[in-house]
């Protein structure tokens, strides 16, 4: 029920202990570097009765590991880890509460991609990179919160259908390109008096968007941020960029408040 490695070990091959459905906890050597998928099975992937398995700060690839790992809800993070690999859990339906550690600055691409019941994730803030698409598809999703440290999160919460309230920490600046394209739960956003850029697509086909409401000091926002936003009303104060912006860019607005102070 139990596995355990000598720490000797770096590397897990491919589909090593894929549906090994007898399995319910893992433990990882603290020196283990890559646990391999070169086509389809990643090395624990459909392990049915996993639980908990533990992640060595010394890991950096681990794509489709445990994929599919239905029961997997519990997750123990070494001290110091600062990256999570790019896949690696991908499709685990059982994780419903996830807490990043403080150290990690870059989540990898698809990291928790289509981890269906996730309701809870909890970012640290010094986290710098989320991973293209990285939590897409995590449909149980209802709020997340934005540190003020990200720079890049390209279709991080893709097709989070149930996120309807986001909130920013302090100091944030900028909203990274594609950041919440495909979020039909989102109906109304209030952007920080902080945020001074909008990346390209960040709110892009979100279908649902009735309102977002821009700040004066929100000086640059790409062309297509709110592309195919059918509902959309921008508003904002008179005489500002976000009013500037949504007419050049003929998307309907409201003024709310009078010119720039």
């Not at 309807?164 to 944030?172: A, H, K, L, N």
């Not at 909203?175 to 990346?199: H, M, N, W, Y």
Request: glycine fraction near 8%.
């Amino acid at each position: 029920k139990e596995a355990k490695f000598s720490d000797k070990l770096e590397i897990i091959g491919e589909g090593a202990f894929c549906d090994c459905n007898k399995i319910q906890e893992i433990e990882l050597p603290k020196g283990l570097k890559e646990m391999r998928t070169v086509s389809v099975n990643g090395a624990f992937s459909n392990c049915s009765s996993l639980k908990k398995i533990n992640i060595p700060k010394s890991l950096k690839e681990g794509n489709r590991a445990f994929e599919g790992c239905s029961l997997l809800n519990e997750i123990e993070w070494e001290d110091e880890i600062t990256k999570i690999p790019e896949g690696l859990f991908k499709n685990c339906a059982g994780l419903e509460n996830v807490k990043i550690p403080d150290t990690v600055t870059e989540i990898g691409r698809y990291a928790f991609e289509n981890c269906s019941n996730l309701v809870n994730i909890s970012f640290p803030n010094n986290l710098q990179v989320i991973g293209e698409g990285a939590f897409s598809y995590c449909t149980g999703l209802q709020k997340v919160s934005i540190p003020s440290s990200l720079k890049k999160g390209y279709l991080a919460f893709k097709g989070c259908n149930s996120l309807s309230e986001i909130e920013w920490m302090q100091g944030i600046t900028k909203i990274p390109e594609g950041l919440f394209r495909e979020c039909a739960g989102l109906k109304s956003v209030v952007i920080p008096d902080s945020i001074t850029q909008i990346e390209g697509n960040a709110f892009a086909e979100c279908s649902n968007l009735q309102e977002i409401y821009l700040p004066n000091n929100t000086v640059d926002i790409a062309d297509n941020a709110f592309n195919k936003c059918p509902y959309l009303v921008m508003k904002m104060n008179r005489d500002t960029y976000a009013s500037r912006h949504a007419i050049v860019n003929k998307i309907p607005f409201e003024w709310i408040g009078n010119s720039m102070e």
